[in-house]
């Protein structure tokens, strides 16, 4: 019984959907505009978001101010608005890496970011930082570019150890330039590898 129930009731919204198809032709009409209004705000939005991560431009005093995690976003941020895809890895197990990107060149970026609450003021970071990352920064997070970023600065045996071992140190001075806008992180570091692959400025 109840299956002939329901063939009837099938049958009968059949009907009437035949005798008032305009009404399933306006409701086709109704979905495609709406997915057109809806894609379109999608892409605006997109858009935005693009003109807004190119126009992001930081003081120093500004990243002085953040706490360490909030310091790491802002370093995601900033690796976004050069054209990045960056991501926040920072915390508990994240194998020496806060930040990790891969660049428009297809280079892969393991950031480690060390924020000083003093700036110049805090503790010099040492090579004990460096040898941490270099034993993750390619092994684990597979980076062509390891660095090392502080708002501080780093130890005088820090320095000669990071060249030795292919690791960019990022001190006070080359993050506030970076930050302000001038020039994307790879232009203002020395022996950055070659592009994986071709970029539309070269």
Known sequence: MAAVVTVGLVAAVVRWLLAHWWLLLLAAVVIVVAGGLWLRQARQRAEWERVRARALRL???????LD??????????????DGCKAEQLGGAGDNACDVRAVDPAGRVWAIQC??????DGGAAVGVGVLQQVNGTARQIH?????????????????????????????????LAEWAAGSRPLWDLLDRIPPPRRPTALS
């Open 59 to 65: 003081r120093i005093a500004e990243l002085d101010a």
């Open 114 to 119: 060390k924020h000083r609450r003093d700036g």
């Open 68 to 81: 360490h995690r909030a310091f790491e976003f802002a370093i995601r941020d900033l690796m976004r608005r």
């Open 142 to 174: 597979g980076a062509d570019i390891a660095v090392i970023l502080t708002n501080g600065r780093f130890t005088s045996k820090a320095i000669p150890w990071g060249k030795d071992h292919r690791i960019h140190l990022v001190d006070r001075r080359v």
